[in-house]
């Protein structure tokens, strides 16, 4: 296995709606995540209910330092967060914003900074602001360009000697799948149309690639990104019906990262939008505007997918947003999500031979149920051996891509210290190196407490990986 780069950027991740809570705090306005009391799998509600755990996180608001000495202490170089849209802009469309919320950001990254930890930082993470959503209907009014770039200007001017990485919006393309989340299309998605849906998306291309050209203006030496929901698909057999509807499937994930890369809508989607009868409405500078490609293509890994021609085999196994059809030679966690390490060094080659530009692992991670124990010296602690294989296993066929010749900036495994799981709303569904001492029922002191994982995490960094190997 290759060595990591010497600039290598090892982290974690996390994002405000599921980690910062004060919900209501300091001007913040609501978001469409203190509506989704159940995450993507349940109803939303009508104003913020108690059963939501998002509103308290895990106090992320009010624990910040302490946390950031925590990641500081397992020697993270980089730390992947994301800003509140409604913490900035309370409604989304003032013209002038909520000065509390921009101090609060101040005070992460400086303290970020004190620490010797690179922010990473997410512009849109789930969480729209309800008003947004409500009154225009979210991404499918072209309005939300406007009121996007204001928001955006505002950050890159404050934060431009801070923060010099940037994503544009987190896992873009999972508004095909979860449209009122990712794109705050208060609409039901039963009952948008395939023209509704990539109208949405044509106006989130044309803002991000805004945004970009916009970072480049005001931050010359920074790094702006997209980031996308990464899943492998392969072939359920080796008919040539199968390969042909996989190549379709797959096309759902990389046209996102075509447009960002590239500059332009690719040729495939020409033939797409006839047969589904979708025109896009574009303004006059749209095209040019797009020509605003990315710095470097960021991505969520967690599991890989099926994919058949045959309707008969289509039975749809659980997971991460997609859904799709289980691997029979994978195994799967408790929730659905199959594990594939292999199919990350896979997806890692697949962009990079497309694109040619660098990649950055910004989720990766497995959901579980720690249980806080004591050990021999008395400290409650979790012996989380699961997730360091888990992590070991994927980090490894980094390593392999990396030999293969890609370009990987850095990982950030996803919530390094546990936090409110977006799919499903829970606490028990754990991915941190930091347990943290909160309960699906809101019980619980908030206070953290180191895992094994996080000794192992902080050896893995402090070797540039080369312990990854140690055992061998």
Known sequence: MKEFPADFLWGGAIAANQSEGAYNADGKGLSIQDVMPKGFSGPITEEPTPDNMK??????????????????????????????WSRIFPNGDETEPNELGLQFYDRVFDECKKNGIEPIVTISHYETPLYLSKMYDGWLNRKLIDFFIRYVETIFTRYKDKVKYWLTFNEINSILYEPFCSGGIYTDKDKLTKQDLYQAIHHELVASAMAVKLGHEIMPNAKIGCMILAVPIYPLSSKPDDVIATMQKQREIVFFADVHARGEYPAYMRRFFK????????????????????????????????ETA??????????????????PFLEANEWGWQIDPQGLRYMLNELYDRYKLPLFIVENGVGARDVLVEDENGQKTVLDDYRIDYLRDHLLQVGEALEDGVEVMGYTAWGCIDLVSASTAEL??????????RHDDGSGTL???????????????????????EGM
């Open 55 to 84: 509103l308290v996180g895990i106090d992320f608001y009010h624990r910040y330092k302490e946390d950031i000495k925590l990641l500081a202490e397992m020697g993270f170089k980089a730390f992947r967060i994301s800003i509140a």
């Open 275 to 306: 047969e589904h009868n979708i025109e896009i409405k574009m303004e006059p500078e749209d095209r040019e505007i797009l020509t605003h490609t990315v710095d470097f293509i960021s991505l969520s890994y967690y599991m890989s997918l099926c």
């Open 310 to 327: 045959d309707s008969a085999q289509k039975s749809n196994s659980k997971g991460n947003i997609l859904g799709g059809i289980a691997n």
């Open 428 to 437: 028990r569904k754990r991915y941190g190196f930091i347990y943290v001492d």
């Open 447 to 469: 206070e953290r407490y180191k895992k094994k994982s996080f000794y192992w995490y902080k050896r893995v960094i402090e070797s540039n990986g080369k312990s990854l190997s």
